[in-house]
C-alpha cells in the first residue's frame, strides 16, 4: 500500500544492508542488480547498518564478494558512531565485541576500562564478563550501546540482538546507556550529513519497522519497508505514521522509487 499523495523529490537513499540486501553470504534475489539501476540514476545512495559483528573492512569485502562493489566510504555504520563518542567522551572502554570487529577500535585504550561499550558479541555474553560490565557500571563508568538491535536474520533464523543484554545491564544499574545506532534520531542525520541533501528528500530502506523505518521517520526522512530478513507478517500495520510502501524485497523498493520520477 502506498502513502503518498503527492509526487516527492528524492534526492538520496539510505539503504540498510543485513537483511535488506544480503543475508550473511547471500544476496538477496535481484539486489545485485537492483542497485546497479539505482547507480545508473541521479539518486546519491549511502549504506546504514547497525552490524557489529565485523569491522567496515570485512563488511566490505563480504559484499564484494556478492557482486554489489560497494566501497567504505559509502557505508555508515554503528560501530562508526560508537568510536566517535568514545574519542569524544575520552574514556577507555570495556568492548563487547567479536574479533572481527574490534579493527574499528584500533589505536583506542582499553587499559583499566572507565566505560562498557556494547555491541552484537554472542561470544561474550556470558556471565564472567556481564558481571564485569555490571561492575563497572555500579562503579560509576560510562556506558554506551552500539545498538539495542532486539534480533537479527541469519540463514538459520532468528537470533538475539545486544538490546536484550543492554536492558537487562540498564535494569539491574538503574543506569541508562547511551545509543548511538539505529534507531537514534542522530544517527540517520549523521549518515545523511556528507551527502548534502535533505532529510525531507530522503528515503530509507529497511527490514525493520522500528530500527530502520520509524528512526528514519523521526529523523524526518521517508520510510520504505521490505519483507526480507527480520520482516515478520503485520510488522507494517505496527507505525503510528505508516511507511511511503512496504515492499515485498529490495528490487521490489527500487522499482518504486525509479517510477517516482515519471509519476
Not at 550501546?145 to 538459520?156: F, V
Request: hydrophobic content about 40%.
Amino acid at each position: 500500500m502506498c502513502n503518498w499523495s503527492k509526487k516527492m523529490k528524492v534526492d538520496a537513499l539510505l539503504i540498510d544492508l543485513s537483511g535488506t540486501i544480503h543475508i550473511e553470504d547471500t544476496a538477496i534475489p535481484g539486489s545485485v542488480e537492483a542497485l546497479q539501476r539505482l547507480r545508473n540514476s541521479d539518486i546519491r545512495l549511502k549504506f546504514v547498518t547497525n552490524t557489529t559483528k565485523e569491522s567496515k573492512r570485512l563488511l566490505c569485502e563480504r559484499l564484494d564478494k556478492l557482486g554489489f562493489g560497494i566501497k567504505e566510504e559509502e557505508i555508515f555504520t554503528s560501530l562508526t558512531a560508537a568510536r566517535q563518542l568514545v574519542e569524544q567522551k575520552q574514556v577507555r572502554p570495556l568492548l563487547f565485541l567479536e574479533d572481527g570487529a574490534k579493527e574499528d577500535f584500533e589505536g583506542i585504550n582499553t587499559q583499566n576500562p572507565n566505560a562498557v561499550v556494547i555491541g552484537l558479541a554472542p561470544s561474550s555474553f556470558n556471565y564472567e564478563h556481564l558481571n564485569e560490565a555490571f561492575r563497572l557500571l555500579m562503579n560509576g563508568a560510562g556506558f554506551i550501546a552500539i545498538h539495542k538491535a532486539r534480533y537479527y536474520k541469519t540463514k538459520t533464523g532468528l537470533n538475539l540482538g545486544p538490546g536484550l543484554f543492554v536492558t537487562g545491564l540498564e535494569s539491574v544499574t538503574d543506569k541508562r546507556a547511551e545509543v548511538v545506532g539505529k534507531p537514534e534520531k542522530t544517527f540517520f542525520l549523521e549518515a545523511l550529513r556528507d551527502l548534502d541533501c535533505k532529510p525531507e528528500n530522503t528515503i530509507m530502506i529497511g527490514d525493520d519497522a522500528r530500527d530502520d523505518v520509524v528512526g528514519a521517520m523521526e529523523a524526518g526522512m521517508k520510510g520504505i519497508l521490505v519483507k526480507t530478513g527480520k520482516y515478520r507478517e503485520g510488522d507494517e500495520c505496527r507505525f503510528a505514521v505508516p511507511p511511503v510502501t512496504t515492499c515485498k524485497d529490495f528490487p521490489t523498493a527500487v522499482d518504486f522509487i525509479l517510477k517516482l520520477g515519471t509519476r
